[in-house]
């Protein structure tokens, strides 16, 4: 591990590259370290397999630092995953800032937060729990959460712990569920990909595409959106891509899948690779994703970054989108509405469709980054930096 100028943000997320199941979390450190791997030097500690996988990944070396690019990955085997382990890795490891991606995740959330607090380390903690506040993210293992949130408030472990919210809305979540004050949660949003403007639809021009894009459980409500589809007249192809999380919840899917009307094909396409999601993405006419809460939503930024409209629900970031021109964001109380826009958007012959899709990239730069969420990044780890100098003098 050579010694670098640069601070030095050791990171714990509970999967990384070349992972990609686990979502958002990995696209956001990602793209994080691609924007500001020139500042800061990233150590990151991940575990040595993928979300739903038992097989370690191959070509690493697992146990100890991997060079990619501008940062370095720790795999971490899962039997290595332990308290003596991850005490070592932190006292060894020279850090300015220990950078945690999860609430939940006991083993590289809980556990490196609870040593820095016992061994007295002299390094802040940015804690960033990525949507896990939100409403529908606490109400599902609500009990098991609750314990948790119980146990950390009781061991103090909010003590010099910076909390990372990607909005003003996440804010509050955090603020409510922890009761800890507003400065204590700064906001600092995800950062997206960049606008491409290169890919073009594929297909059937004629009969509307719609897909959903991301992890089979409930969170995601894939539930909904077939419910939703069911009063669909038009005729419409829908295709489903994610890993299945929950194979309870997608037997369930199914069964729903099954009672669609004829209008209404539908195809499970599987996994979708990283190097393949926008251009899935772009080979549809809308991306819909009546999910129960984001912190973010990486794959709502990747749709709107190749012009291809979005139907969500009101539960993310991202609001106003038919005032913007982006798609829509409704009431999840009203599942009707989603219906009639699909069957709205289909009577859209191909040349409209075309034009909505242009218009969304007209507008997509200026809309998906803007130079305060870029700032807002930076001004986290800079105040996370003036925190450790108080705490070391």
């Known amino acids: 591990m050579p010694e670098c100028a640069k601070p030095i943000v050791l990171t714990f997320v509970s999967y990384y590259l070349p992972g990609f199941k686990a979502g958002g979390p990995v696209t956001t450190i990602q793209n994080l370290v691609e924007q500001f791997g020139t500042e800061y030097k990233f150590m990151i500690v991940t575990r040595d397999h993928d979300q739903g996988d038992l097989d370690p990944y191959q070509d690493i070396h697992i146990n100890e630092w991997n060079c990619l690019g501008n940062m370095e990955v720790y795999y971490l085997a899962e039997k290595k995953a332990t308290v003596i382990s991850i005490y070592r890795l932190l006292s060894v490891t020279p850090h300015d800032v220990i950078y945690l991606n999860s609430f939940f995740d006991f083993k590289l959330s809980f556990i490196p937060n609870l040593i820095q607090k ?65 400065e204590a949660i700064k906001i600092a949003s995800d950062l997206p990909v960049a606008v491409q403007n290169s890919y073009t639809r594929q297909g059937d021009a004629d009969l509307m595409k719609v897909v959903f894009l991301s992890r089979i459980s409930p969170m995601k409500n894939l539930q909904f959106a077939i419910q939703s589809l069911q009063q669909v007249v038009s005729p419409i192809i829908f295709n489903i891509y994610g890993p299945l999380e929950n194979l309870v919840y997608w037997e369930k899917c199914e069964g729903l899948l099954s009672d669609l009307p004829n209008n209404v094909q539908w195809r499970y396409c599987g996994i979708a690779q990283p190097s393949s999601v926008r251009s899935i993405l772009a080979s549809h006419d809308l991306m819909f994703l009546p999910t129960m809460g984001e912190n973010y939503g990486h794959v709502i930024a990747e749709s709107i970054s190749v012009g291809t409209p979005v139907l969500i629900s009101d539960r993310t970031p991202w609001k106003a989108l038919e005032e913007k021109g982006f798609g829509w964001d409704l009431d999840l109380d009203n599942q009707r509405i989603f219906a009639e826009i699909i069957d709205d958007c289909a009577r859209l012959d191909p040349a409209e469709r075309a034009q909505v899709r242009q218009k969304i990239l007209n507008k997509a730069v200026a809309f998906l980054c803007t130079p305060e969420q870029i700032e807002g990044n930076r001004m986290l780890f800079e105040y996370s930096l003036r925190l450790k100098k108080r705490m070391s003098s």
């Open 118 to 182: 016992l061994c007295c380390q002299k390094s802040p903690v940015i804690l960033a729990p990525r949507g896990e506040f939100s409403a529908g993210a606490l109400s599902l293992k609500s009990i098991r959460k609750r314990l948790f949130i119980g146990l950390f408030k009781l061991l103090g472990m909010s003590n010099n712990t910076i909390f990372q919210a990607s909005s003003t809305h996440e804010k509050e979540d955090i603020k409510n569920s922890l009761n800890i004050s507003d």
